[in-house]
């Protein structure tokens, strides 16, 4: 409904058949160096992934800036980019008449009380996440600057599960390592075997002319503390990554630190007992990172974990009961090309959320309309840290 | 960051030891009438359940009208309740110095960069859920309008979980029998036993001085299709239902319909099939309710069904390691008088925060500046979706 | 700071010698033809009128359409518009020292903190305003639905003012006549020899090596009244006008009505009476209308009538005194292409202006998504605003 | 429509004969030690001026707080303030039937579709200008803590005008002269010849029968420069100043420095040269200033100068023609208690609203989320703004 305490404005525009996706990004800072070949990447990498069906394959996503640059550099005014659409027949392409179970198409005809399928799953396609994977790449390089860096990755496809061989905490280091072990594996997740039998899962489905989901999870390590606010309710960052997160298609679930488990922790096993300060950091360490670095919808210096559970795709190549509404008999759904699996995709999407997210979280508390008055304050706001962690007797007025 | 498809407005100020807490809505339609009485109830029902500490037995919560009302209608201008305190202290009060793990007390210290816990705690204490309730009960009022009803229960308490014998469709007029059977249960719960089990859970957390959490969940029967939008991504109802539920205190998941499960099983499993239009409602019927009620982010005429999991009360009898912020040295965590579990008070303001997104989204998509005006917009929104349902044949241009 | 009863949220990015401009339109109903051919009409327009330097030679505006459209129709989606620049050299142009007395250029400097004088005017710039003409001219389209239609012109230029000779009540179809005859002027005026005249202020600028300003006047006639609102004080329409007006680069004064007439005239002099129903309305006629159709930041059902004055352009071809930021000596202010007297220009932009916020009021108050329903709300709205004025007898209900 | 670069939210809530008015102030840091007295004296203030009718004498106003203080400092939660109405009658006062030409009586009754002309005319009461006032007096002691100070008179009152004896510079300590020579008038003017002929205007009104209005300037020296944004079409300062300006009950026009009269200028005449770097002030100084201290939406440095243009009391002693809603016949205006002339109250309303807006400004462009920091900031601040003005010779990285 309302909000506070936020900075960054993330928008964004397109059709999945239209000319292009288009992504507006306001309120960064000017001055912010932009690395388009890495934008690239991350549109690449939302490509990939094994389950992906034609259209993936067909397009080639590279970014185009609209405004807000000069000379490679943001100059504070709307970042405005563009993804071209290989494939922009929507003037063209059938009106479908026989609504996809767990797709828009039925929910749009009540929202437009009309029978045009067509105009509503144009815009609810997942190629809209190409636009918040443009804008998400931006906010990674801006947390860059500040040595944060968020990962995602697949945690589970159907019924295989990465088992758990991540650090709480991972050192902003790490992460590139963690990287480089992701980007080897079909399904972005962490070692090989798993992936293979990640994607056997996804074969079977295959073989079966089913779909199937999975679980995905994003960390950010070196994330500072003291973002986000407890101040009004829509202030929590908690809230703001867990609108997010809902808010690509086909999420159902989403958790933080340890998540639904802790409910059926005791408080002294789930929370994270505070050690006295220490080398190698500003904040305070913890023993544990249950709450997955976030109390009370604040950052509290630990790495951020989030987990995001996507249902399978509702395009199923045997399509399922629902009806006609041309004449409203029964029918079997429509089709339109679709992958079989889209976890890998989901989580490079949801990467660039958590970042949009924590790089408005970032902005908003340390503030700066230039990257040098954000550096600036940056160092004084991490010096800040140290002096609250390591106790009274070390302040200054 | 930035709503749209919004019409309602909803913030709280007032602290935990301040001389009140007060809800702040705008939006509203002139002309409804308010039941003032119904709203004492849900603050006494907020303010019972097993496991609450001193506090709830102190406070006798009642609503106090500051603006909004003539002759116990609203005027369309902002209603503005107040719910006074009995421990109007917030001046004596002492400063806390050794941060609860788990609670605001560190992070908070961190974005204001002080090590004022006391400031910090009285507003990130659970009593601002208090104004949240005074909003969410008249949200309930206005959903009740519209022959929708939401209804909140606890699913679980640590690890004793009531076995599901809920439908997935619920008639608006079943949940009244729900309500008594809830209502008559110590944790509200739905039978007895359950109950039972789900107190001893507590009272042997009491016993080892620990604290437990649980699940939470809502529905909302009688809700129209169609509200929501899947046109930008912070106007997804599934994103604003995350947001509103995560942002109470000590929320650590959200799931929607089938929710996480839904990740392990197949497309054809958890895509609920669409059949033809039959007698009794609207909207077109599924053979299942997987989805939860949402599908791209906008309901589709079935029953809301969302869970939140909450993590243990962060104070705890016995206290966990931390630090004293006074001198940096090692020290168990401070005691503020508190609960051993909130499930219980945790399921009436989520049922409030749940009523509150869905009476912004009914608004937001019926509209009417006056209740006349709502309802004569009502009648013709259920005709129009009747329309689409029955299939062109008996569309009128 | 926080919006209301507001629906349309509007846009823009894009610098004076990037690539291009860019609309956003976000909350217009599905369905609205839109006729680009009539945007490119408004485009010419604003890049008419005398007094305009060689830029507006060199361009030739016409919209492109990145999403939301479907078969020329909106889909309900945001509506992305764009027109390229012919001279994209952001990144070749030299970087200016000396800051213009009245633009952007010094203050841009102390917001940013820098001397990169470039980076700021390159978004300060009036290009920026070709955007809102593109979201104007969709804005009355959208407007011409409901028979509603602004009109925009200009009041004075320098000395030389337009005597009054429009009545305060024009009916819509009149509109169109005095759109002929202002099109037909040189200067957006709305007789040749008063146009003349303002030409004559124009280039006895250009040979004095100065530039102008002046007065434009938009009104809009077949307005429906109860748009906007008088419960919070950024909710009212008035606020809203002279928000959109004021922000138009050069402008300083915004007027409703009499404006500041109103101040030295006694409330019976300046209050419009109103007299009963009579045919052909259906609302309450006036005798007058002073209050420029808006009374408590509401649409009375009179015509609106506001004017915007606009300072002289800021760059001078003879240069003010100003100082090289490069060594902090005197020195006169930097030269860019520039206009001698941009008021026929603006008018066409406060014509845009004033149709978005009027378009957002009457979305707001009569909702609908698609046209189809926005039109029948449109109906019955009318229907509704004549039992009102007709007195209660004629009450139903 | 839509909002950024603003951290400050404010909104009020109550009506004229309700039990109370109430301002909620969110995004203010913690650390600011409210002077409740002060408050109070704003209030009484806003109850003076000559003209002013029965309802003024009844109350006695005065500020108490609901939330947001510990200690007597804010403690960075939501400021929510009250005052109490003495004739809270809102239940018992008869029904108008009568509109008045001129105030929200009609409109209310269209926007509504009803004839309650009770229920809109209680929140479209000036009575709500009390909580604005409450809130202003607050971002008047933040802006206080930055050497800034606002200072609102009345310019003029019908016919009679303030001749300009008002530098367009002035020293924060010469306004405290100014305030002891306003507040020694009647009228809230500058000298008492000009008040006594003022207030002569207004007896003549009361002889008549009739209400006369006025203009109010408002000022603010000790500025920041940098403050707002050219960036997008709503964060521009002057369009935030005239939105908040506008939506004073009854105010007709805006203008900001030479206004209106700007626009009969030559740019040579209009525009404020530049001076190099001197002693006394970070920004660089102007020969003059007719910008009213605002270029392109943002703050240069020089005074804030704005004016606004309030029209006569709409409530007539001898009533205007109307018609009565109950049977559509022709009859006089009703009649509630009023006064004859507001412009005193408009000055302390218009000061209040600048206030904010300036308030607003500032904690965005600055930062910080204590004083302490705040503080800070506003230092490195000025010494970048020096830095700056200086020219790059003396720039360091």
């Known amino acids: 409904m309302n909000p506070l305490t936020s900075r960054l404005s993330f928008r964004t525009a397109g059709e999945s058949h239209g000319g292009c996706v288009v992504a ?16 690239d990447a991350e549109l690449r990498r939302r490509q990939g992934g094994a389950g992906r069906g034609g259209r993936q394959r067909m397009e080639h996503d590279a970014v185009k800036v609209l405004g807000g640059l000069r000379r490679g550099r943001t100059i504070g005014s709307p970042l405005c980019l563009l993804v071209e659409n290989r494939d922009a027949t929507i003037d063209e392409l059938p009106e479908p008449t026989r609504p996809r179970p767990g797709h ?3 929910a749009g005809c009540y929202r437009w009380l009309d029978r045009d399928i067509r105009s ?3 815009r609810a396609s997942a190629r809209e996440t190409c636009a918040r994977v443009l804008a998400g790449a931006v906010a990674m390089q801006l947390l860059a600057t500040a040595d944060a860096v968020t990962f995602g990755f697949v945690r589970s496809v159907h019924r295989v599960r990465l088992l758990d061989s991540i650090p709480g905490e991972l050192a902003t ?6 990287r480089l072990r992701r980007d080897a594996t079909a399904l972005y997740t962490l070692d090989a075997a798993t992936s293979d039998r990640m994607l056997a899962e996804v074969q079977e489905a295959g073989r079966k002319q089913d779909t199937v989901g999975g679980i995905v999870e994003v960390r950010c390590a070196g994330l500072l503390p003291g973002l986000g606010s407890c101040l009004q309710w829509h202030e ?3 809230a703001r990554l867990a609108a997010a997160l809902m ?3 086909a999420i159902k679930a989403v958790e933080i630190g340890d998540g639904i488990a802790a409910a059926a922790l005791f408080g002294s096993e789930v929370h994270d007992p505070i050690l006295p300060f220490g080398p190698g950091r500003e904040s305070l360490p913890r023993s544990s990172n249950h709450a997955g670095g976030l109390e009370a919808g604040m950052t509290n210096g630990e790495n951020l974990v989030v987990r995001a559970a996507m249902k399978p795709i509702s395009t199923l190549p045997q399509p399922l009961p629902s009806v006609d509404l041309a004449d409203g008999s029964a029918a079997l759904a429509g089709y339109e090309r679709s992958d079989l699996c889209a976890v890998s995709a989901a989580s490079v999407v949801a990467e660039s959320m958590v970042s949009l997210v924590l790089a408005d979280a970032l902005l908003a508390r340390v ?4 990257m040098d008055e954000f550096g ?3 160092l004084q706001f991490r010096a800040a840290i140290e002096r609250v962690s390591r106790g009274s007797s070390s302040q200054k007025s």
């Open 173 to 178: 280091s790490a992460v590139a390592a963690l």
């Open 247 to 249: 808010s690509i298609p």
């Open 120 to 122: 509503t799953l144009e």
């Open 376 to 378: 600036a304050r940056l």
């Open 236 to 238: 929590r960052l908690d």
């Open 367 to 370: 503030g700066g309309e230039t």
């Open 24 to 39: 507006m990004l306001e309120g960064l800072p000017r001055g912010l160096l932009l690395d388009t070949k890495a934008i």
């Open 104 to 106: 828009a198409d039925l």
